[in-house]
């Protein structure tokens, strides 16, 4: 899942200061399952920007809503056709910066500002506690690595062992939280008995599928193909 913060609440306040109707929006996956961006995020906002506004003696309406997804057109039509009904201008959105960047593309003149820090792709690996496993890199080696990421879960995204400072399986730039992912692979390829497989120099990262070729895309041709139909 993708894990975001929230942003300070005086920065995203300084966002408004020239606006007069506001919708703060919520969504209803990703930062509502790490405690960022869902409901109860986004009436909490939209209720501490409505009393510092009354506070300063400005007259700002502030509206909430939530979505169950912002990265989806059919979730984010009704919210285009409430802003354009009642004359909001300016939204804020808590979704990660996909959702910013999916209802900047689609509102027209209306500005769209960031309520949270989009941070990692992560998993929740306790109660209250993500810790980000993956990269989004797009070219995946996890098969080398008994299904462990050293390029998320190393600080210095080493491909072939540890580096010096790793110690009793800790990492040294946090030796008290992170383990040492090297440490975590070779335990793992011990437990799948593929130990001699560690001998293989993993070749130089690729990074071209995420860094060349402009804006990334994804298509599914026969879903791609049957909404084409639909629209003609």
Same mark, same amino acid.
Request: glycine residues 12%.
């Given at each position: 899942?993708?894990?975001?913060?929230?942003?300070?609440?005086?920065?995203?306040?300084?966002?408004?200061?020239?606006?007069?109707?506001?919708?703060?929006?919520?969504?209803?996956?990703?930062?509502?399952?790490?405690?960022?961006?869902?409901?109860?995020?986004?009436?909490?906002?939209?209720?501490?920007?409505?009393?510092?506004?009354?506070?300063?003696?400005?007259?700002?309406?502030?509206?909430?809503?939530?979505?169950?997804?912002?990265?989806?057109?059919?979730?984010? @039509?009704?919210?285009?056709?409430?802003?354009?009904?009642?004359?909001?201008?300016?939204?804020?959105?808590?979704?990660?910066?996909?959702?910013?960047?999916?209802?900047?593309?689609?509102?027209?003149?209306?500005?769209?500002?960031?309520?949270?820090? @989009?941070?990692?792709?992560?998993?929740?690996?306790?109660?209250?506690?993500?810790?980000?496993?993956?990269?989004?890199?797009?070219?995946?080696?996890?098969?080398?690595?008994?299904?462990?990421?050293?390029?998320?879960?190393?600080?210095?995204?080493?491909?072939?062992?540890?580096?010096?400072?790793?110690?009793?399986?800790?990492?040294?730039?946090?030796?008290?939280?992170?383990?040492?992912?090297?440490?975590?692979?070779?335990?793992?390829?011990?437990?799948?008995?593929?130990?001699?497989?560690?001998?293989?120099?993993?070749?130089?990262?690729?990074?071209?599928?995420?860094?060349?070729?402009?804006?990334?895309?994804?298509?599914?041709?026969?879903?791609?193909?049957?909404?084409?139909?639909?629209?003609?």
């Amino acid at each position: 899942m993708i894990v975001a913060d929230p942003k300070p609440f005086q920065e995203v306040r300084g966002f408004l200061e020239n606006y007069r109707k506001i919708l703060i929006l919520g969504c209803g996956t990703c930062v509502t399952v790490c405690l960022s961006g869902g409901e109860a995020q986004a009436e909490l906002l939209a209720s501490g920007l409505r009393i510092a506004f009354k506070k300063d003696g400005k007259e700002v309406t502030v509206l909430e809503d939530t979505v169950q997804r912002q990265c989806e057109q059919e979730f984010v @039509t009704p919210v285009l056709e409430r802003v354009k009904k009642e004359g909001i201008d300016a939204v804020v959105t808590l979704a990660c910066g996909v959702g910013v960047n999916f209802l900047s593309d689609r509102i027209g003149a209306v500005p769209v500002f960031p309520g949270v820090n @989009t941070t990692f792709y992560g998993g929740n690996v306790e109660a209250g506690l993500w810790s980000e496993m993956c990269a989004g890199c797009g070219e995946c080696i996890t098969y080398l690595t008994g299904g462990i990421c050293p390029i998320a879960r190393c600080s210095k995204h080493l491909l072939n062992g540890p580096c010096g400072g790793s110690e009793k399986g800790m990492c040294e730039v946090d030796p008290k939280n992170t383990e040492c992912v090297w440490q975590l692979i070779y335990d793992r390829m011990k437990l799948l008995g593929r130990l001699d497989e560690m001998r293989n120099l993993l070749p130089m990262k690729d990074w071209r599928p995420a860094m060349d070729g402009g804006v990334r895309r994804t298509v599914r041709e026969h879903i791609y193909r049957l909404s084409y139909k639909s629209q003609t």
